[in-house]
T-cell receptor, first 115, second 112 residues
Framework: EAGVAQSPRYKIIEKRQSVAFWCNPI?????LYWYQQILGQGPKLLIQ????????DSQLPKDRFSAERLKGVDSTLKIQPAKLEDSAVYLC?????????????FGAGSRLTVL | DQQVKQNSPSLSVQEGRISILNCDYT??????FLWYKKYPAEGPTFLIS?????DKNEDGRFTVFLNKSAKHLSLHIVPSQPGDSAVYFC???????????FGEGTQLTVNP
């Protein structure tokens, strides 16, 4: 089965510019997540979608970050305007909803550098 | 508030020996715990999990132990292999399907 696809893999922008990341989850996975991983830290959940509805966005900085998942498949994460502290790897993950451990499958990530 | 902590940023072991990675949590509501492994330039991959109704789960060379009273879990890798060299993340959730909270990670290096 194909994995979680993300693009771009790398992006360098200046502060106050905008950036968008794209994610295509594993086919059939209803739940999609965006995580932010700052260097030296563990991944932190930004937003969780169930199909095309938001389940948890409590840690999303809504003044500058936005995310959408149209038609319950692909998702985009946007940052506008970017700040220096947004430099991080943005990880997309997906999972099926069911009993048992919540096993997420991650993409390779999109590394953002804000100068 | 760091609810999941991995106090050792790095660990180095010899090939064939045991690797023990530790994780502590503070939120008593957590009832699912997972370990992920991450290689450079790749996303984390699921390794093994344990529910709070168990105190041990084993999968091949990997065993996870859970001590609920101490709010502590550990991952044992026996025998360690050079291919196990990676960053290991501990993660916890309140119920299956809910948000995963990750620790900071431990860089494991297995020397040939």
């Amino acid at each position: 089965e194909a994995g979680v696809a993300q693009s771009p893999r790398y992006k360098i922008i200046e502060k106050r510019q905008s950036v968008a990341f794209w994610c295509n989850p594993i086919s059939g996975h209803a739940t999609l997540y965006w995580y932010q991983q700052i260097l030296g830290q563990g991944p932190k959940l930004l937003i969780q979608f169930q199909n095309n509805g938001v389940v948890d966005d409590s840690q999303l900085p809504k003044d500058r970050f936005s995310a959408e998942r149209l038609k319950g498949v692909d998702s985009t994460l946007k940052i506008q305007p970017a700040k220096l502290e947004d430099s991080a790897v943005y990880l997309c993950a997906s999972s099926t909803r069911g009993l048992g451990a919540n096993v997420l499958t991650f993409g390779a990530g999109s590394r953002l550098t804000v100068l | 508030d760091q609810q999941v902590k991995q106090n050792s940023p790095s660990l180095s072991v010899q090939e064939g020996r045991i690797s023990i990675l530790n994780c502590d949590y503070t939120n008593s509501m957590f009832d699912y715990f997972l370990w992920y492994k991450k290689y450079p330039a790749e996303g984390p991959t699921f390794l093994i999990s344990i529910s709070s109704i168990k105190d041990k789960n084993e999968d091949g060379r990997f065993t996870v132990f859970l001590n609920k009273s101490a709010k502590h879990l550990s991952l044992h890798i026996v025998p360690s292999q050079p291919g196990d060299s990676a960053v290991y993340f501990c993660a916890a959730s309140r119920t299956s399907g809910s948000r995963l909270t990750f620790g900071e990670g431990t860089q494991l290096t297995v020397n040939p």
